[in-house]
């Protein structure tokens, strides 16, 4: 006997926006979603979107940002 066993996700939670390399991507957009979750105490989920805007950013502009980061000891 096979059980079938359902997907997982993980929410990544923070203020700000989760940036990753363009060779993973393809597959958050296709197999990933954007949730909103409530203030319950269980946080549970309250609408379901797939993943629709993308914008584009160079890693220089990150890695510039991370070392004025440093500099001023925000790391």
Do not use: H
């Not at 996700?9 to 949730?35: F, N, Q, T």
């Not at 609408?47 to 980061?69: G, H, M, N, S």
Request: glycine share 10%; proline share 3%.
């Amino acid at each position: 006997m096979t059980t079938k066993t359902s997907k997982v996700y993980a929410k990544i939670g923070g203020y700000g926006s989760l940036v990753v390399p363009m060779s993973l991507l393809e597959r958050i957009v296709e197999e990933g979603y954007i949730i909103n979750t409530g203030y319950s105490s269980n946080g549970s989920i309250e609408k379901v979107e797939p993943v629709r805007e993308v914008t584009f950013y160079e890693y220089d502009e990150i890695r510039a940002q991370l070392a004025q980061q440093a500099l001023e000891g925000k790391q």
